[in-house]
């Protein structure tokens, strides 16, 4: 679901978007009434073969529905995906509904290639959705992307592991960081290295340096897209993972790094090998089928004792409308279908994420396995507050900036202090060259 993303041939071809792209947000008559003749939408997506043949299956109910509208599904692999849509983008021949991610969403709403979705309130009903989840696809007081599913970073417990070192399962709405060392170091103990209390984190996203800036009243980037990171919370951070590693608490790095290589599968939640890890609510499916252990969601270490809960709703993708599109009150109507249609929810059930939507979610909780409930319950019970900034333009490297800094901290190539220096001053860097 949270993935991270090519540049190369995607921002070359993105900074030749013309600037005549940017007077297309308004008097778009997305407002206007649906067309009684006959149109085509053209509909792109990533995604795999289960991906494809579910939204399928609801374009076809869609057409049923608007028999004078035909919608025209393209789908490619994620790697190939954003640099086809860039090119397309830059030809003038952009899909009128595209399927959009965090990363990448400001990039192209800033070039003015995407429509304000709040110009078609009169055919896409968001009343559903939560402002908190609305607000990941806001940028400036103008709604460019309709979150699809929402999720939420977590603490993975395996309680088999713990069971089987006679380890209590934390209280989970008052630990903190520095319990979830001190738990995680009576696992390894007890382990004798054929176990690790805590999965190093800082190598797969920077959501967890996010959280603990958020516990903190702090951000990654400010409203203008400057980074704002204080140097000591990032210092801090490695410190703290430089800790895990060196008491034993976490795999040495040599290991950490070669099981986050390997992916999800190898990863030490899913072999088995630690008895915490942090990672996204919607994974626990994958992780249990993995393992096959009984894994259990539990909040983020420091929620209690922070200045503000740092959790929040991260988006696994939008829903966004070509501002180019020759038929914006109809892409907004297929938009609204695939958003709040029950009988097409229950096709799509969560291939997509835990729908954001919340009348969908209540409407195909019956039909979820264990784990999809699960990762439900944990999204609509846990406090969150607003949500990070949209990822700046020039800033979708971020993860493997971090990653990188990471392993130079775990191998001993420099300090958390210098790591933390760096690491504002790269980002920065990326951001302002994108500009």
């Not at 004798?192 to 996010?210: C, E, M, T």
């Not at 800036?213 to 410190?239: C, H, N």
């Not at 892409?331 to 919340?358: C, H, M, W, Y």
């Amino acid at each position: 679901m949270f993935r991270g993303v090519r540049r190369g041939v995607t921002w070359a071809v993105l900074l030749s978007l013309t600037a005549s792209l940017a007077a297309c947000g308004s008097g778009s008559g997305a407002g206007g009434d649906l067309t009684t003749e006959k149109v085509t939408l053209r509909f792109t997506w990533w995604g795999a073969d289960d991906r494809h043949k579910r939204t399928q299956q609801v374009i076809e109910m869609f057409q049923r529905k608007h028999p004078n509208i035909t919608v025209k599904g393209e789908f490619k692999e994620w790697n190939g995906y954003w640099d086809s849509l860039a090119t397309t983008m830059a030809a003038n021949d952009a899909p009128d509904v595209m399927q959009m991610d965090e990363l990448y969403i400001a990039s192209y709403a800033e070039r003015g290639a995407l429509l304000d979705l709040k110009e078609a309130g009169k055919h896409l009903d968001t009343a559903n959705f939560d402002q908190k989840a609305l607000a990941t696809g806001a940028i400036g007081g103008r709604q460019y992307g309709l979150p699809v599913g929402l999720g939420m970073y977590s603490i993975m417990a395996n309680l088999d592991l713990l069971a089987k070192y006679q380890i209590p399962v934390p209280d989970d709405t008052k630990w903190s960081w520095d319990d979830l060392k001190r738990i995680g170091d009576q696992v390894s103990k007890a382990a004798g290295g054929a176990a690790f209390g805590v999965q190093s984190p800082g190598i797969n996203d920077a959501a967890g340096l996010s959280i603990r800036a958020r516990q903190q009243g702090k951000a990654m980037f400010d409203a203008d897209a400057k980074v704002v990171l204080p140097k000591e919370i990032a210092r801090d951070y490695w410190q703290y993972i430089l800790d895990l590693s060196k008491t034993g608490v976490a795999a040495p790095p040599s290991v950490t790094i070669e099981k986050a290589s390997a992916g999800l599968n190898q990863s030490a939640t899913a072999t088995g090998t630690a008895a915490f890890g942090l990672w996204w609510n919607t994974q626990l499916t994958a992780l249990t089928a993995a393992s096959g252990a009984k894994l259990k969601l539990m909040r983020l270490p420091g929620e209690t004792q922070g200045t503000a809960p740092g959790a929040y709703y991260k988006p696994s993708m939008f829903w966004s409308v070509s501002a180019r599109s020759e038929h914006p009150a109809e892409a907004a109507a297929f938009v609204s279908f695939l958003a709040n249609d029950e009988e097409a929810a229950k096709i799509l059930l969560t291939e997509r994420g835990v729908p954001a939507n919340q009348k969908i979610r209540e409407a195909i909780a019956g039909q979820l396995k264990d784990t999809d409930k699960a990762a439900k319950e944990y999204l609509d019970t846990v406090p969150v507050s607003d949500p990070p900034r949209i990822t700046p333009n020039g800033a979708s490297t971020l993860d493997t900036i971090l990653k990188r800094h990471t392993e130079d901290v775990l191998f001993g190539r420099t300090t958390p202090d210098a790591a933390a220096e760096s690491f504002v001053r790269e980002v920065q860097s990326e951001v302002d060259a994108a500009r």
